[in-house]
């Protein structure tokens, strides 16, 4: 025990203490090593050197010969630390950016593929639901599999069965019931607007007439118009009287024809097909060609027929408003929420000649009456035992005793709220009205709007919650000529530019299901491109809807892609607003659907065109919608290719190329157009460049970007003219001397020597007038500077703008 004692003393003696270790350098033969020396007691025994370097513990008693067998090895793992070390990293990075690469997503500007709806880390379900993070794959299965629950084809049925004049008895009651469908489902918001509106009727006291005159004047025998109701609103009224021309559809080119056969117009009335351009359209070429009026009637030529298929009734007129416009044109440019506060000022586009529809018997019976030359084979029609004669022929007096009357109309709205960008808003519209049963014409949108609001509204208790607000809209007077919406947007003009997304519209929506059109802004025909690759073609089994149409052309884009015509919705969105828009339609092959605007536009007539695949087309419009309105309301970064308008831009430059030459003997030239369009290009490819780059879960950034996307539409509106004198200030779809049309036209009298008429859609300039240089270098100006603006506000903010003028 004793000597058990002493050598316990011995190694406390020997154990240093906490804080006395000090180091010093070694001398001798091991230069620049430190040895480990300790403070201790005088008359200590020194202790054995410790290696350099090296610190240790006590060892156990018999450990010592261990250590020297794993001495090599842990030298080896020693040399081996740094390898293993870099490796991880190695590792770790590699993990890291194949994960980053992989839940990024793709910019829509940066490729052929688009953003996807993906992760989002600020996403918050719905509150009655337990679910986490939705993708885009979950929210669309969700949005398939509600859809397929809903009853498209039973709501078709009993829209149509319903009265729906704008104004009417019955409009009044289904207003009420859509409201109360909207209320019931779970909206964040549901309202209603009303204007009071000018629409036009017809006088069942003095219904319009149809006389002919005799050499002396005077009116003899009264043809009857067999389908009285039919007539065209905002039709001039009054007494025209002149001598019957066969017109072909009435397009300027038509009437350049005429002119060239040494067929005079003015003073005449002229008798046109429906169909290729709108009533307006027809009625603003006759009177600037000097005609008196205007006969309309439906060719069979123009229409569906076959051995299945039913066709339009001889006996029957369609329908059509002939203001050059939307909206209440007694009221331009102003909302008619109350219109006696604005001075009495009418519209440019209303006409300032009479014109009526008839049907194809009464149509067949005046072509049997002109004489003068044959009708060019292209002119021909198929009336039975009728010839093709160009007039003219006797004369006509065509009487129109139509009245206008104040009319209350209620737009029906229903919101569900964003939870990032609230304010942004998507909207979705469909007219309600319909003269006739109309079930193409509104009882589809009107079905389709409907199964919309209520899926959204399930998926909404599902646990899905947009990013941005969803904004679903039910029109009123939209057959006197988009009345309801156009007013919307006079009334709200200042904040929609700023806030609305995009517009999807559902008019005319099903027409047949043989080819499928797409009417539509640049900025969505990217992601159009990409929806249909995912949405089953109605009527090719196996086949999605891009197979369906590019199987008749590659060019699929060339096959689907329409520009807005201007008696849709959609074009006010876009050529007033400056907020992209657009409008599916399925149509038949060749012909046009032959009973819209008409009464026999029932639900039984449009279930035997399309030979009862109604309900399977209705819902590939619904799927194709909804799927849209998931990716523009819920992508965190807007999927609007803003590159597009640099390719609509090249294109019309090859169309102003044809004149340089034209263009320089006379001392002028293009080349500021050609300038802001380089502007633009560099412009769009700096900001993809900038998104690319960019962090996508950075919510300021992506929320700037979005800003700067969503108004790439409004950027194309000239500012340089007034809204109330040109409404539609689009340099690209809009009207007036500030379009690229417009100057296309004016271009055309370089050649031509004043000779040809203006197009209709374009400007209202007389024919006769020649070219004139003042004029030219007007709407070169307004055309640069628009685009050089839209060029400008694409780069961003102003020390960003580089302009090379």
Known sequence: MERLW????RVQQLSPGPSQTIYKRVEGTQQGYLEEEEDREEGAE???HFFPMELRGPEPMGSRLEQQNLIPWAAAGRRAAPYLVLTALLIFTGAFLLGYVAFRGSCQACGDSLLVVNEDINYEPGPDSKQGTLYWSDLQAMFLRLLKEGCLEDTIRQTS?????AGSAGMAALTQDTRTAFSHQKLDHVWTDTHYVGLQFPDPAQPNTLHWVDAAGTTSEQLPLEDPDAYCPYSATGNATGKLVYAHYGRPEDLQNLRARGVELAGCLLLVRVGVISFAQKVASAQDFGARGVLIYPDPEDFSQGPHKPG???HQAVYGHVHLGTGDPYTPGFPSFNQTQFPPVESSGLPSIPAQPISADIASYLLRKLKGPVAPQEWQGHLPDT???????????????????STPISNIFGCIEGISEPDHYVVIGAQRDAWGPGAAQSAVGTAILLELVRTFSTMVSNGFRPRRSLLFISWDGGDFGSVGSTEWLEGYLSVLHLKAVAYVSLDNAVLGDDKFHAKTSPLLISLIENLLKQVDSPNHSGQTLYEQVAFTNPSWDAEVIQPLPMDSSAYSFTAFVGVPAVEFSFMEENQAYPFLHTKEDTYENLHQILQGRLPAVAQAVAQLTGQLLIRLSHDHLLP???SRYGDVVLRHIGSLNEYSADLKARGL???WVYSARGDYFRAAEKLRQEIYSSEQDDERLMRMYNVRIMRVEFYFLSQYVSPADSPFRHIFLGRGDHTLGALLDHLQLLRTNGTEAPRATSSRVAPGLGFQESRFRRQLALLTWTLQGAANALSGDVWNIDNNF
Not at 6 to 9: A, E, F, N, S, Y
Not at 161 to 165: F, S
Not at 390 to 395: F, R, T
């Open 161 to 165: 069965l319903r009265e729906r004049v």
């Open 46 to 48: 020194p202790l054995a």
């Open 387 to 405: 010839p093709y004669h160009l007039g003219p022929g006797p004369s006509l007096q065509l009487r129109v005793n139509n009245y206008r009357a």
């Open 6 to 9: 002493g050598l316990l003393q």
């Open 312 to 314: 339009l009734s001889s």
């Open 640 to 642: 609007l290719d803003f």
């Open 669 to 671: 030239t293009l080349q």
